[in-house]
């Protein structure tokens, strides 16, 4: 998962390759709840591993349920209805699917059993209502008080002292806000149904249909028949108890699918984007997108779990949708209308406004940067094609949703951007929500614009201090690392371990060809053993000096090298990262520390890892390798002619840092296009 501050997108042009979607949100935190309120021990297989479901999670252990974590299973033995804590604080972050249904559950376990419980959030989630389900709540009996504003969380539910409900009486809730207090009443009610059916009537249209749909056939699993009369009453039976269905498997999740079905629509146009762990039979009611997207022109073929799309009519169909039974997968419509043919319009999605953030309004701003025409209004959103695209810094209002559509514009030189802008999207942590790997999927299956992938070259000579700056720039900017002196550390290594005397450059080029090496973050890993302590050491480095020296070496590891070229970007350091390995590197740095002051450094590292050195030892050793590197015949040390000199000599690496940063926003401009 990208933990950076930002993540830059070069133009994309082409789609083709196999993602395996996490679970679904929706599922995964009904499922959970369910389970945690069930008598005796569910198995939930394809668990969504993300930031709504950690603390649904959390929450149910600070319960009292039983969480144990196998390998592809979660185990979880429920409270079987009764309450084993009394009282709890709960942090439920930004996630609704955990806010709501705690809430209603806890409120009606609370009164009934006399705890009390106080449940909060994160800053947003404060912005969210919730009155309506108080009030519902309210209205049968349950202990609910505001601790800050009115109808928003944090709030606290019970009394710590029983409360009789009453239970005879229609609970009437608001259908047109949010479907998820609807769904949390269906999950609360059934634990307080021992005196009698229980009753909801809904007022005014019902949204988001389907998520009630899935509640209900969850609740189906885990014994509960409701009985309904359409969507607008609903009877939960006398003396309904959760019970475990044993093991049930949690679908991918549909809306994160929209995003590559959308990609096969946008970019597939030789083979197809394969998607796998959910169907065209899905529960979900985010399924329906493919509808939508056949519609503006893709071609989507389908089984039991799994989907292939491919671009069909191009450019995209403009369309006219109520998506009311797709509001969460209707903003990948959004980014699609910028490759359509005609203005999209998004109407009946009234409830984007009390999501993660204001999405109509999120969603108007972030086109109209990348240069659309939007028209948005209290229920609707309308977005005109997009033909002179504006490089853009996209801010994502720490909504994973708004991240992963938007991530779709870097697509841009399929509908114009004739040379392509670069999407950069601010906080891209933020998908931890619901699909953490989400950018290292895209990648995956995704290529770039030719010479788009970007490329920072750091060179210098030994102990100048490349290989620390390096991998803090690559952690800076999200981008792959390539630390090409640990590729002639290895070989050398390898060479040692074969045999092979290192002056022998064929034999040497031979190993240097094969070379199994894979780095992962500050670990390498040889041929399946990790090798990063050997790679380090101070004798290694003397070898990889001596086997450098050979142009068929360096033959040999220049295609591995080129390899390391990948989505989203690449920092390299080296000796010839600038000048011979990558010389349309779009920022080539070169370090001039001075023989002494490296010498003086790899002291003070050596004494302070507890290894005797000598100073004067250390300089006359990195002076011959100065003249060595300097001297050899084959790609000999020195700054591209187009390299920006670092003295990085006084320079912590806090500075140096910021330094190159700075050069790389000033020569890496966004790219305007034609």
């Not at 999605?349 to 204001?358: C, L």
């Not at 390391?564 to 990558?582: E, K």
């Not at 187009?642 to 140096?656: F, G, M, P």
Request: with cysteine; charged share 20%.
């Amino acid at each position: 998962m990208y933990t950076t501050a930002f993540l830059d997108l070069p133009p994309l042009t082409a789609a083709a390759g196999t993602v395996r979607l996490p679970g679904s949100k929706s599922i995964s935190n009904r499922v959970l709840l369910l389970a945690g309120l069930a008598q005796g021990t569910t198995d939930v297989h394809d668990l969504l591993d993300s930031d709504d479901t950690r603390v649904m999670l959390a929450a149910l252990e600070a319960l009292g349920c039983t969480l144990e974590r196998l390998p592809g299973v979660l185990r979880v033995t429920g409270l079987g209805g009764q309450l084993k804590v009394k009282q709890a604080d709960l942090f439920l972050g930004n996630a609704g699917t955990a806010m709501r249904p705690l809430t209603a559950a806890l409120a009606v376990l609370a009164a009934t059993q006399g705890g009390a419980f106080k449940l909060s959030g994160v800053a947003r989630m404060h912005e969210r209502p919730i009155g309506d389900l108080v009030e519902a709540l309210r209205q049968l009996g349950c202990p609910v008080t505001d601790l800050g504003q009115a109808g928003f969380p944090p709030l606290q539910v019970g009394s710590g002292t029983p409360t009789r409900l009453d239970t005879q009486t229609p609970i009437r809730v608001r259908g047109d806000v949010s479907s998820q207090f609807l769904t949390a009443l269906l999950l609360a009610l059934p634990l307080v149904s021992h005196d009698g059916p229980v009753t909801i009537e809904v007022q005014g249209e019902l949204i988001s249909k389907p998520y009630i749909d899935i509640t209900l056939r969850l609740l189906e699993r885990f014994g509960i028949a409701v009985q309904r009369d359409g969507y607008q009453r609903f009877v939960i039976p006398q003396c309904s108890a959760y019970q475990t269905p044993g093991r049930i498997h949690v679908e991918g999740d549909a809306s994160s699918a929209s995003y590559f079905v959308a990609l096969g629509a946008l970019a597939a146009t030789e083979q197809p984007v394969r998607i796998e762990g959910v169907g065209l039979e899905a529960i979900q009611g985010d399924i329906r997108f493919v509808e939508a997207a056949e519609a503006m022109g893709a071609q989507v073929q389908g089984g039991e779990g799994w989907l292939e799309v491919k671009r069909g009519r191009w450019p995209l169909k403009g369309i006219q949708l109520d998506c009311n039974h797709i509001p969460d997968a209707a903003m990948t419509l959004a980014v699609m209308a910028l490759y359509a043919d005609s203005p999209t319009r998004l109407s009946n999605i009234a409830s984007w406004r009390v999501k993660e953030t204001d999405r109509i309004a999120a969603m108007a701003c972030e086109l109209r940067k990348l240069g659309a025409e939007v028209i948005e209004g209290p229920d609707f959103i309308e977005v005109a094609p997009l033909h002179q695209w504006q490089s853009a810094s996209i801010h994502t209002y720490d909504d994973h949703r708004m991240a992963m559509c938007l991530s779709l514009a870097a697509l841009n030189p399929l509908a114009g951007a004739k040379t392509g802008v670069t999407v950069r999207i601010e906080d891209p942590k933020c998908v931890a929500k619901t699909f953490p790997d989400y950018f290292e999927t895209l990648f995956s299956v995704v290529t770039a614009a030719p010479g788009a992938i970007p490329v920072l070259a750091v060179d210098g000579p030994t102990a100048s201090g490349k290989g620390t700056l390096a991998a803090e720039l690559a952690k800076a900017l999200g981008y792959h690392l390539l630390d090409s002196g640990a590729l002639y550390r290895a070989t050398a290594l390898a060479a040692r371990n074969a045999g092979v005397a290192l002056s022998d450059g064929p034999n040497v080029a031979r190993i240097a060809a094969r070379l199994d090496i894979r780095f992962d973050g500050e670990s390498v890993w040889m041929a399946g053993q990790e090798v990063s302590h050997e790679l380090r050491l101070e004798s290694t480095g003397g070898l990889a000096s001596q086997v450098s020296v050979h142009p068929e070496v360096r033959q040999a590891l220049h295609e591995l090298q080129l390899s390391f070229q990948r989505l989203p970007g690449l920092v390299a350091d080296g000796r010839d990262m600038g000048t011979v390995v990558f010389p349309q590197a779009q920022l080539k740095v070169f370090l001039t520390a001075s023989a002494e002051k490296r010498a003086e450094r790899r002291y003070k590292q050596l004494i302070a890892k507890g290894i005797s050195a000598n100073i004067d030892s250390l300089l006359l050793d990195l002076q011959a390798r100065d003249e060595r590197d300097k001297s050899r015949a084959a790609a000999p040390l020195k700054p591209a002619e187009d390299a920006l000199l670092l003295d990085n000599s006084e320079l912590s690496i806090e500075s140096s840092v910021e330094q190159v940063l700075g050069w790389w926003e000033q020569r890496k401009a966004p790219t305007a296009a034609n």
